[in-house]
Each structure stands twice: as C-alpha cells, then as structure tokens.
C-alpha cells in the first residue's frame, strides 16, 4: 500500500492497534520489515498518549525515563542503554548518539527559538525545529562520527497555533511502529504540552507523518 493516508484518531493507542494490522495484512516487504509508505495522520487526544493495547506489553516507566534523558538534552546513552538495549548499536566510541532528541532542539536553541517566534507572531509558519540533517552526516558536529552509528528517524518537529490551540506536526524518515511510534508519540506529545504550557495555550491535535511507517519482521 503506496499511498498518501490522512487518517484521524482520537488517541495514540487507537493509531498503533489501527496501524498494526494495516502493516501486518497490507505492508509491502521491505529490507527486513514489511512497511508502508507515506502514512500521515493526526491525533486529536494527544494527552492520551498510553499504549495500553493487548498486542503490545508498552513499558510507561521507560517512556517517562526517555523523556527525562530528552529533557536533560544529554547525547550520551549509557544509562538508558542498560533500560532499552536498543540503545547499545547506535552508540558511538565515546557512548553517544544522535537521537536524543532534547539533546536536537536544543542546539542553537531551536526549542527556544521557535516559543520566542510563536510570541512574538502567533501566526508565523517558522516555528519548526530541524532533527535530521544531511549536511552532518559527515559532520563531526553530529556528536563524534556523522551519522555513520546514528541517524535520527525524526526529520522535523513543528508547531501552528490555530484557534488558540497549540498544534503540532511530527515528520519522520523512518518510524518502527513497535519501538518507535510508541515511545517517541509519548516524548512528542509531552513536548507540546510544554510548549503550550510556555504560551498559555491549550493543546491542540498532532499530526504525525512517517515516509516508511515499519514493523521488523519479528513483531508480526
């Protein structure tokens, strides 16, 4: 199924149950996932952001020590590594990676940059933060080594305020609905909250888009 899907859930839990079954009876093979390309849909409960589904054994202590590493903005991953040994092949020599993504919004204060356009213009379409970036992929500003041990899955993170609500959108390269959408939904969701808590804002939906939205073949 190559096509471009605009769905609506009301929870995140409703999107992984929905999208579970789509990429196990409809994924195409790819590598060694089956997928499905180019999936947007929102989320008009983002709050609600627990995966409670039978299908899934979803660890919230996890997720919450995850966002906690985001808030902290620190790349190394020594630590969550010994709560999510996922962690352990993405690491550099030196134990970091790129995919803290706390450690992302804040570089050049992106995060604070774009709260600060949000004030100063509620209606501007700037207020975006970049995650993935090609030019670093040789860079050695990506922490030790490029991306050659980590390249984040997230492209960008952006916000509109829309009938006092904040909104936010979530662009992804990659996104293994198993690991990855239930985790990062989690941290994503979080985030607009507090933005919105910084501008006074109710929360608004969340749109989430994934070019190759995946299941690795041992989660079928």
């Known amino acids: ?14 999107a992984f149950e929905y999208y579970y079954n789509e990429i196990k009876f409809n994924g195409i093979k790819f590598d060694d996932t089956k997928a499905l390309f180019n999936q947007g ?19 919230l202590n996890y997720a919450m020590y995850e966002w ?7 790349p190394n991953a020594n630590e969550i590594a010994k709560r999510g040994k996922i962690w352990l ?3 550099d020599v030196n134990g ?11 570089q050049k204060n992106q995060l604070q940059n774009i709260i600060n356009k ?11 933060i970049t ?23 997230t492209l960008n993170i952006g916000f509109s305020i829309i009938n006092d609500n904040l909104c936010m959108s979530v662009l992804m390269r990659s996104n293994d609905l198993w690991f990855g959408f239930c985790n990062d939904q989690f941290c994503f969701s979080n985030l607009q909250q507090e933005v919105a808590n910084e501008l ?11 070019h190759n939205l995946h299941l690795y073949e041992n989660k079928l």
């Open 200 to 210: 006074n804002l109710n929360v608004g939906w969340y749109y989430h888009y994934a």
């Open 118 to 128: 949000l004030k100063n213009k509620s209606d501007t379409r700037q207020a975006w």
């Open 1 to 14: 199924m190559e096509h471009l899907s605009k769905m609506m859930f009301d929870t995140a839990n409703d």
């Open 96 to 106: 970091n990676v790129n995919s803290n993504y706390g450690y992302q919004w804040s």
């Open 89 to 91: 092949d993405h690491m």
């Open 41 to 59: 849909f929102y989320i008009n409960q983002p709050q609600n952001n627990l995966i409670n589904s039978n299908i899934r054994n979803w660890n």
């Open 131 to 153: 995650i993935y970036d090609g030019k670093q992929i040789d860079d050695s500003t990506a922490t030790d080594n490029g991306y050659q041990t980590d390249t984040p899955c």
């Open 68 to 74: 906690a590493w985001y808030l902290n903005a620190n």
